[in-house]
């Protein structure tokens, strides 16, 4: 079983930055593939970023590509979403998540993910 905690959001003003984490407590992180999804309120949850093995792999929604940043760090069973210049749109709760993978794979659909985070607020004011 894998536990996902994710920290780092906040309260931040448009063109801000901010950092989350997200931890993750389970064997074999290194083959894991983890994604950033986020949910406003009223709206369905949407893909945000998604990252391979070695994170040489990586792939953006259109809305966040050059503001945001995805990294992993397998040593610490760790992944990142870097956000900067942030917009009011942003506002989101923000989920990691992780699948297993028999290769190095990437996807973008919530539908292909095992484990989730509880979710960290993001709130961007302008």
């Known amino acids: 079983q894998v536990q996902l905690v994710e920290s780092g959001g906040g309260l931040v003003q448009a063109g801000g930055s901010l950092r989350l984490s997200c931890a993750s407590s389970?064997?074999?992180?290194?083959?894991?593939?983890l994604g950033w999804f986020r949910q406003a309120p009223g709206k369905e949850r949407e893909f945000v970023a998604v990252?391979?093995?070695?994170?040489?792999?990586?792939y953006y929604a259109d809305s966040v590509k050059g503001r945001f940043t995805i990294s992993r760090d397998n040593a610490k069973n760790t992944v990142y979403l870097q956000m900067n210049s942030l917009k009011d749109e942003d506002t989101a709760v923000y989920y990691c998540?992780?699948?297993?993978?028999?290769?190095?794979?990437?996807?973008?659909?919530?539908?292909?993910?095992?484990?989730w985070g509880q979710g960290t607020q993001v709130t961007v004011s302008s």
């Open positions: 998540a992780a699948r297993p993978l028999l290769a190095d794979q990437i996807a973008t659909t919530s539908l292909a993910y095992d484990y």
């Open positions: 389970g064997r074999s992180f290194s083959t894991y593939g």
């Open positions: 990252i391979g093995w070695s994170g040489g792999s990586t």
